[in-house]
T-cell receptor, first 116, second 112 residues
Framework: AQTVTQSQPEMSVQEAETVTLSCTYD???????LFWYKQPPSRQMILVIR??????QNATENRFSVNFQKAAKSFSLKISDSQLGDAAMYFC?????????????FGKGTKLSVIP | EAGVTQSPTHLIKTRGQQATLRCSPI?????VYWYQQALGLGLQFLLW???????NRGNFPPRFSGRQFPNYSSELNVNALELEDSALYLC???????????FGQGTRLTVV
């Protein structure tokens, strides 16, 4: 089965510091998309950042950036200058564009705590 | 612009009953995804509808079914409810394949 793995169930970071959340995935397809979603206690899933597999340049959105290592099938999220509002569950997800694999698959999530 | 809306917000059913959950995608979005988020299990893919047709389903029994209407809204039906069906059910929609999926607030289903 093609999977998405987040090896860190929980992480914590001091306010204003930097934290990196890990994600690895499995796919045999060459065309796919990767996402990081954030789910605060309100339950609303919010897209943090998106990466197309064919793009070599790592995506960046303000304080959020990714380290996309296609050969290693690794897609980590770096949060710089962490803020209290960053505390949430973070889910890594992969959308595969291949026959029989049209689905958006999520990892089990990493719970991020931000310490004041 | 209205986001993805789900109804009801909360639903309490007894074991063996049927539950119907509804989702309205963002205007113009033709793809609708359903996920089950049970405690400690992350998001489990249930169903994907696009242009009115079921495109893919996850590893769930046939008592989980759904449909997509001509206006692209969608319905998830769960028959013969079991206690372990208690979970948050999330619906998402996207404009095109691979584009950002926008999520609704979810329906919290409790089976007693």
């Amino acid at each position: 089965a093609q999977t998405v793995t987040q090896s860190q169930p929980e992480m914590s970071v001091q306010e204003a510091e930097t934290v990196t959340l890990s994600c690895t995935y499995d796919t045999s397809e060459s065309d796919y998309y990767l996402f990081w979603y954030k789910q605060p206690p309100s339950r609303q899933m919010i897209l943090v950042i998106r990466q197309e597999a064919y793009k070599q340049q790592n995506a960046t959105e303000n304080r959020f950036s990714v380290n996309f290592q296609k050969a290693a099938k690794s897609f980590s999220l770096k949060i710089s200058d962490s803020q209290l509002g960053d505390a949430a569950m973070y889910f890594c997800a992969r959308f595969v564009n291949g026959a029989g694999s049209y689905q958006l698959t999520f990892g089990k999530g990493t719970k991020l705590s931000v310490i004041p | 612009e209205a986001g993805v809306t789900q109804s009801p917000t909360h639903l309490i059913k007894t074991r063996g009953q049927q539950a119907t959950l509804r989702c309205s995608p963002i205007s113009g979005h033709t793809s609708v995804y359903w996920y089950q988020q049970a405690l400690g299990l992350g998001l489990q893919f249930l169903l994907w509808y696009d242009e009115g047709e079921e495109r893919n389903r996850g590893n769930f029994p046939p008592r989980f079914s759904g449909r997509q209407f001509p206006n692209y809204s969608s319905e998830l039906n769960v028959n013969a409810l079991e206690l372990e069906d208690s979970a948050l059910y999330l619906c998402a929609s996207s404009l095109t394949v691979g584009s950002e999926a926008f999520f609704g607030q979810g329906t919290r289903l409790t089976v007693v």
